[in-house]
């Protein structure tokens, strides 16, 4: 399985007589299933508004088809199995499809890996690798080049995972922060307080695993949080860098982000300012693409497309062209939601929701069998609504019973 950024090829009734319940019972009862027990993901606009609420960014986004509040000038061949629009400043998204579908996420799982380990490493502090710290990288990897004996700073080992999506140099920094378990948990914590409940985190460098998992959602979230800070844009929008080969030698290594770097036909798309991209051979192409214009930032994220190799960046550049011709006339459809640690409102109800398999590191089924991480909160719904059901029909033979005994006093309060 090959891994690479850079891919090629409710009054009260009187009392009931003893042993019997009055049919505003039975109904209290049943009301006490929710609505959402009813509910599929295909069936998004059925749902009660109480259950809507529970669509992580809002209810249009676990709906089927695109989202817009117009669809006139949407680029009309768009082959990508899910993809997003947004406002980075106001978290407004602007159109949307499958926003909430879980996919592999490929090397664009790295910018959750940054959000979570950038603050915790000055970039001047130094690192000699060892073999230990290059241990279990997966066959078919992305790689900068790292070799174990040669001292890196931290900016160079950063720039090798932004610039060449370097495996090598994201299980180095794992390895410093504790090791890669550790930073796996890190990183699906982070996740959840970003309230990107679609993730699944299995790895560090989103190279391919059974339930790693994210959505075009919970891709644009970590996107947003990783250009608040400087060292993260600052890395994401760099097209060339110099890196050690050791003996005191360097080499020059290229953004393999072409809508940055302007390669393999492209040209560079006007006021980019990165982040990220991503492949796999079971992924297929993945990019989460910023850009500026006229003081307004848009975010773009594009998953999976059918197409050939550029469609994702294509696809990208469509869709921003499309965000920025908008301007302020495009009515969000729904709202990329605050980390809780920064205030944000929890989403998914009072109890809230974590991704599955979190708790446990159980990998998740196949991305095409999961529907929107906001149906995930409504699992419970059918169970619940198969005991509210037994009960409505144990209660009911019971009153049966009960008007044979006394069919007088038993039927009394009838309506």
């Given amino acids: ?35 959402a027990a009813l509910a599929t993901p295909g069936t998004a606009a059925a749902v009660t508004g109480a259950a809507r609420t529970t669509v992580v960014g809002g209810e249009r986004l676990a709906r089927g088809g695109v989202q817009a509040s117009r669809t006139a000038g949407l680029p009309r061949k768009l082959t990508a199995r899910a993809w997003l629009v947004a406002d980075w400043e106001s978290g407004q998204v602007l159109a949307a499809y499958r ?30 690798v060892t073999e230990a710290d290059l241990a279990g990288i997966p066959a078919g990897s ?18 090798g995972v932004f610039l060449r999506s370097g495996n090598d140099a994201v299980h180095v920094l794992a390895h410093m922060n504790g090791g890669v378990a550790r930073t796996v948990a890190e990183m699906q914590a982070k996740a959840e ?31 947003r949080h990783g250009l608040r800070n400087a060292d993260f844009r600052g890395y994401c929008g760099t097209r060339t860098a110099e890196f050690p080969a050791g003996r005191n030698k360097t080499f020059q290594i290229q953004n393999t982000d072409r809508l940055l770097s302007g390669t393999w036909g492209l040209k560079p798309y006007d006021g980019l300012i990165g982040v990220k991209n991503g492949y796999t051979s079971h992924a297929g192409n993945t990019f989460t693409g ?13 998953m999976h497309p059918s197409a050939g190799e550029n469609a994702v ?38 109890s809230g929701q974590k991704a599955p398999g979190a708790a446990t590191g159980a990998a998740g089924p196949p ?16 169970g619940t609504a198969a005991l509210v059901a037994g009960g409505v029909w144990a209660l009911r033979r019971r009153r049966r019973a009960a008007l044979a005994a006394d069919p007088v006093g038993g039927g009394r309060h009838r309506r």
């Fill in 193 to 223: 307080d970003l309230q990107a409940l679609d993730t699944h985190v299995v790895s560090p460098d989103g190279f391919d695993h059974p339930g790693q998992l994210s959505s075009a959602y919970d891709l644009t979230l970590f996107a």
């Fill in 313 to 350: 960046y294509e696809e990208t550049a469509a869709l921003l062209d499309w965000g920025f011709a908008q301007g302020s006339s495009a009515r969000a459809v729904g709202t990329l939601v605050e980390p809780l640690s920064e205030g944000g409102t929890k989403a998914g109800g009072p």
């Fill in 142 to 159: 992305s790689l900068v080049g790292v070799q174990a004996g040669t001292t890196y700073t931290v900016e160079q080992l950063w720039q």
């Fill in 367 to 382: 991305a095409d069998d999961r529907g929107p991480s906001g149906w995930r909160l409504l699992e419970g719904g059918a």
């Fill in 1 to 35: 399985m090959r891994d690479s950024s850079d891919s090629r090829p409710a009054t009260c009734a009187p009392a009931p007589a003893p042993h019997a319940v009055s049919r505003r019972s039975l109904l209290a009862l049943a009301a006490a299933a929710p609505a």
């Fill in 290 to 302: 910023a850009a500026v214009r006229g003081g307004r930032t848009l975010l773009v994220t594009v």
């Fill in 99 to 128: 926003a909430h579908q879980r996919l592999a996420p490929a090397s664009t799982l790295k910018m959750l890996f940054a959000d979570t380990l950038l603050p915790k490493f000055a970039r001047t502090q130094r690192h000699t």
